[in-house]
């Protein structure tokens, strides 16, 4: 019956394989060590790989899965992961052309529009499908290592991490607006089933993105201010030290035409332009 209403459907799924076995494992039925992952009866290794799966779209059911989730006695992080599954999200989608000889364009999902000036990178999962299409020659060596480094994490693990590491793939796409080039990574914070499985790093008023252009000294550009002063001296880049926690009186500074607006106006009236000019759509 779940099939004939397709809400279940046969996917490609990444899944923790057991060769000594020949079955697969849930995550709660491996250890992550430094030599690998492991089954964590008779510590067989386990490898990451795609196998066709059956996969229940509970993107269908939002509404009641988040409002039972609230009923479980489980850690914060395990919430955040199967709110992120549940994938209940309204935002909006920018379109950045990639820098290539093929028409490549990266889909990227926000819940913050008015954020898009202050982009200083594109970072795509590790499981992103179009990863080997956009890395340079001179930088796959490092690209796949990172890939396989990857492997040996659960999703726990990686939402939970701390360290935001990543490796530049050589390439750049567009800045929609300023037509800036905008720097191309890949990281093990961003996961696959979260949007479109890009991030737009926004690093002056997100604590992930912060901390990943701090390890990777990429630009960290103010993009707003308390609307009661005209200094913008406490936002200024190169005193950071901690990411700035937007606020309802926050107006917006050095982001062009939505300078001087407050974030719900800003976010209007980019969404508006945006899809007038074909640079995005809401989602």
Not at 56 to 81: A, E
Not at 240 to 256: A, G, P, Q, R, V
Request: with cysteine; aromatic share 12%; charged share 25%.
């Amino acid at each position: 019956k779940l099939f004939e209403k397709k809400i279940a459907v046969l996917k490609d799924v990444e899944v923790n394989f057991c060769p000594a076995l020949g079955t697969v494992l849930s995550n709660d039925e491996i250890v992550v060590t430094e030599k690998g992952i492991f089954f964590e009866r008779g510590n067989y290794p386990i490898v990451k790989k795609q196998m066709k799966q059956w996969v229940l779209k509970i993107t269908h059911f939002p509404d009641r899965l988040l409002k039972d989730l609230n009923l479980l006695d489980w850690p914060s992080q395990l919430k955040d992961i199967q709110t992120n599954w549940i994938g209940k999200k309204k935002g909006f989608i920018f379109s950045f052309f990639v820098l290539s000889d093929k028409n490549y364009v990266l889909e990227v999902f926000t819940t913050k529009p008015s954020t898009i000036f202050g982009v200083s990178a594109l970072v795509l999962s590790p499981e992103h499908p179009l990863i080997n299409d956009l890395t340079k020659t001179d930088f796959v060596e490092g690209v796949n290592l990172y890939l396989d480094q990857t492997k040996q994490k659960t999703e726990l693990n990686r939402h939970m991490n701390k360290d935001k590491t990543g490796v530049f793939i050589g390439s750049y796409a567009i800045h929609p607006f300023t037509k800036k080039k905008i720097p191309i990574w890949v990281s093990d914070y961003v996961l696959p089933y979260y949007g479109t499985g890009v991030v737009m790093s926004v690093p002056f008023c997100d604590e992930r993105d912060f901390a990943f252009a701090k390890k990777h000294n990429l630009e960290i550009i103010p993009i707003c201010k308390p609307s009661d002063t005209t200094n913008d001296a406490d936002c200024l880049k190169n005193n950071l030290k901690n990411f700035h926690l937007i606020s309802e009186t926050d107006i917006l500074t050095n982001s062009s035409f939505l300078n001087g607006f407050a974030f719900e106006e800003a976010n209007d009236k980019i969404m508006d332009i945006s899809e007038k000019n074909n640079l995005g759509r809401i989602y």
